[in-house]
């Protein structure tokens, strides 16, 4: 699977987890599947709020997201999320621009991945939240 612009234009919402066989999988709601589950999202108690900043061409390696489940919203830049997900290509590409809303709970196997577009920086806005936050 390549690299596309899916969803649409603006705000988009994506959910990272684990599937039982230890892969990471995005599921992307549109707004109006995301409508119906983001009121419980921001009602959540949070443990944490950081100010991120990541420069143009950055990149991280597998990871997860340490036992703790993360919201990311993407306030400035391109980046991609990259998930070993079992595809026909083995790993597939998920772009975060401005607008996305990522909940990370990824929090066993081999985690996901993730670059910084090389053309300019990004800010993000993390919360963590406690891990029983539903």
Known sequence: SGLTQSGPAGFYFIHLSTTPEGR???????????NEKLPYFFRAKATGVSLLTFPAGHSWDWHLTYQVPRLIVQLRGMAVTIVDDGSDAGISYHPLRPGS?????????????GMIFPDEPVVSLQVDLVKDWR
């Not at 709601?29 to 995301?34: C, D, G, H, I, V």
């Open 24 to 34: 990471s999988r995005i599921e992307q709601l549109n707004p109006a599947q995301a």
């Open 101 to 113: 809303v990522l909940l990370a709970e990824d929090f066993s196997g081999r985690g996901h991945r």
